[in-house]
Structures are given as structure tokens and as C-alpha cells.
């Protein structure tokens, strides 16, 4: 593992295009008669090709037997140590929707969630609300009044809101009062440092208003909050790989991250032929393109064994009309595992494949998780070292020492 600025020195100037396609929460573990996973039993002959002529192996996107959340797993793809470049989920969703985020404000990533006459949670995403009623529900948080700050409650997508507190002497030390699962109640908002005492006391008021003003707008009737956290000042892309790099993607904590790094937020609408004609339409403006696939992750989240594997089947059509633009590196992987068996993220390895015209082809015939793990990039490469693997692929690094 090797740090930015040691990959700063090394860049050079290239005429060279690096695609990363992410496939959400694309690993998986074996679960029908024949113990295939998600990825196994579905149909890819195009990505079964590409790993054909590419170098294939697992990655693990923090560390051994962790878990991550989206916003680390994608922060590592990216090149970034998640353990070291670390930030709430609050300010990945402010700037995944534009929200002006200034560097004293502090974001909170919410859920409406279902809780039961005694407050216990039922289901932690209210039965995916769709977006327009979440636009009702924020409409009403908003009249919500807390000393001394400005209150700002967003719509992000379906279930998902965004909490913003605007003021001085904030801080983002507090923890989730997402139980991050059903049958046990919200848990209290609770300062992990005393420069937050203050903030603390102005998130319980909001929750405690929230129980009051959300108990008749079933099944939305009560929030979960969690990633407090403040904007960081990061090293960009372009600063440190030398790249104009954009993102694809439909939800919006996913241009969050890429906007944090430094990419740019494309239009990319709301289906995979929207993002691949986006991605035609932008081709020659820039090096690198972060294309995101969500709904195979929320389908392992749904435990739909059969859902999840249909999904991956749908995006392997487009790998020929990814291909046919030439790019000269392509990377496909998931940012994390999410088995439909256990109906979250896990901690298990993520397959990956790399295709450049000069890497080495490492004998795997088929995209999958028994099969990547023989690959030649190995069954346990950190994710971080995807993004300089790539880098040297598109020949945009130079030698080391003399």
C-alpha cells in the first residue's frame, strides 16, 4: 500500500482513458443447489470474456474481517486509505445532491424508518418510500426549531434525507442512532467528544420533535441519523493522479464521494442505456469515468438470491458498447460484498477484473468469486492498490529510482 503523494511523483502526462465499473455490493456467497453466488449463477458471457483476456483476483476494500460502508469501500477504489481519509456519511449525501456545505456545517445522512406503538424499529428503510413522499416528510421536519442554528432537511432518494446544522462551534463527534437493525429502538444521540456536548443537546431536540411531528405518516414515522461529520480538505484527482475524472451514477451518495475527490457529477439519468449514451456523449472530456451500478446491492440487502443475479446479467450487455468507445484501461468490480444471505454488507473479499493491452492474462475463464480467487492479482489484493495498478496500465506512471 503506498501513499498519494509517492504516487504523485510518479505521474506522467498520457493520452489515456481508465474506466471503473462498480457494481454495488457485487460479492456474494454460494446459497443454491449447485453452491453458486450471486455472480456465478448469473449469465455473463461479455464479462466472462473480459476476464478472459484480462488479470482477475479478490479485493479487500479496508482490511481483513471488516466490513465497510459504501463511503470507505468506494474511497479505497479511488486510491484513497479509507482508514486514513476518513468522513462521515452525512457529507457524502450533501454533496451528492449539491447541498452548499460549508466547512463549518454538520451533516447527518438520515433514514425514515417504521417503528412499532412501542418505538421499536420495524423496518429500518420504511418500506422504501418513494422520493415524493419523502419530500412531504421533510417538508414538515423543516418546521422544526432549534436555538441558535439553522435547520436544513433534504430529500436525498426514497428513504433517505439529508440533516444539515448550520452554525457556530458544531461538531461532528456523534453517534449513529441507527441500531442498524430491526427489533430494537432508535438509539440515543450521544457526543464522542466534549467539543460536542452542545451539538448533542440540538440532535436530540430535532429527534425528539421528529417522534412527535412523524407518528401518523405510516410507515415513515420515525428517522434514523447517522455519519455526522464536517466537509474535509482532501487531495483531489487531478492533484494527484493527474486526471479529469467525472462520475455516472443515479444515487446521490455515490456523487458525493466522487464530488469529495475531486470528479465531476455528469447527468447521467435514471437507466444503464442513460449512463452508457452519458459516457458516449463525454467520452474525449475526460481520462477517468467512475460508472456506479446500485441496485444488485440493494437487492442483496433484500435477500433476493435470484434479483441480485438478474441484475448482474442486465449490465453485461453493455460491456461490448463500453468496450467498442476503446478505452485503454477497464476495471470491473463491486465496492463490497453484500450476500443475499445475510441481507447486508459483509466483510468477504470482492471479485475484480482488469483489462488493459498490457497486462498479463492470468489463465481465469469465468467471472466469479471461486474463479477470481486463482487469478494473477490475487485472492486478497487491498483496494488501493487497484487505482496505481490501473494507473501503470494506462502508462501514466514513471520508473522509480534510477
Aim: charged share 25%.
Amino acid at each position: 500500500m503506498v501513499d498519494l503523494e509517492f504516487i504523485r511523483s510518479l505521474i506522467q502526462p498520457a493520452d489515456t482513458k481508465i474506466v471503473f465499473l462498480i457494481l454495488d455490493g457485487l460479492g456474494g456467497l454460494p446459497a443454491d443447489s449447485n453452491g453458486s453466488t450471486e455472480l456465478e449463477a448469473a449469465e455473463t458471457p461479455n464479462l466472462d470474456n473480459l476476464a478472459a483476456r484480462g488479470i482477475c483476483g479478490l479485493h479487500v476494500p479496508v482490511a481483513a474481517g471488516i466490513t465497510p460502508g459504501s463511503g470507505p469501500a468506494h474511497l479505497g477504489l479511488f486510491g484513497y486509505d479509507p482508514l486514513k481519509y476518513q468522513v462521515g456519511r452525512g457529507v457524502l449525501s450533501a454533496l451528492g445532491i449539491g447541498f452548499d456545505l460549508r466547512s463549518n456545517d454538520v451533516a447527518a445522512r438520515g433514514n425514515f424508518c417504521t417503528v412499532d406503538k412501542d418505538g421499536v424499529v420495524t423496518d429500518r428503510r420504511a418500506g422504501r418510500i418513494a422520493s415524493e413522499k419523502n419530500r412531504e416528510l421533510c417538508a414538515l421536519l423543516r418546521e422544526i426549531e432549534l436555538p441558535e442554528v439553522q435547520l436544513f432537511v433534504e430529500t436525498v432518494k426514497e428513504y433517505r434525507f439529508l440533516l444539515v446544522l448550520r452554525g457556530d462551534g458544531l461538531s461532528g463527534d456523534i453517534a449513529d442512532t441507527d441500531p442498524l437493525q430491526v427489533g430494537r429502538k432508535p438509539l440515543e444521540p450521544r457526543a464522542l467528544s466534549a467539543e460536542a456536548d452542545q451539538t448533542v443537546q440540538l440532535v436530540d431536540r430535532f429527534v425528539e420533535q421528529a417522534r412527535e411531528v412523524l407518528p401518523e405518516q405510516q410507515p415513515a414515522n420515525m428517522v434514523l441519523l447517522r455519519g455526522f461529520s464536517k466537509r474535509p480538505d482532501w487531495p483531489l484527482m487531478k492533484e494527484v493522479f493527474g486526471l479529469r475524472a467525472a462520475v455516472l451514477a443515479h444515487y446521490p451518495m455515490y456523487r458525493g464521494v466522487a464530488r469529495l475527490v475531486g470528479m465531476e457529477v455528469l447527468d447521467s439519468g435514471e437507466t444503464l442505456g442513460d449512463q452508457f449514451a452519458a459516457l458516449r456523449e463525454h467520452w474525449n472530456d475526460y481520462d477517468f469515468f467512475f460508472v456506479h451500478v446500485k441496485r444488485m446491492d440493494s437487492a442483496g440487502e433484500d435477500g433476493d438470491f435470484r434479483r441480485k443475479a438478474e441484475l448482474i446479467e442486465e449490465v453485461d450487455p453493455w460491456v461490448p458498447v463500453l468496450m467498442h468507445l476503446h478505452p485503454d484501461v477497464v476495471v470491473v468490480t463491486g465496492d463490497h460484498s453484500t450476500p443475499s444471505q445475510l441481507k447486508y454488507h459483509s466483510w468477504h473479499p470482492v471479485p475484480v477484473l482488469l483489462w488493459s493491452e498490457h497486462c498479463r492474462t492470468d489463465g481465469v475463464k469465468k467471472f466469479g468469486e471461486r474463479a477470481c480467487m486463482a487469478g494473477g492479482l490475487g485472492p486478497r489484493l487491498p483496494a488501493v492498490d487497484l487505482m496505481p495498478i490501473a494507473l501503470t496500465n494506462a502508462l501514466r506512471l514513471v520508473k522509480f529510482g534510477a
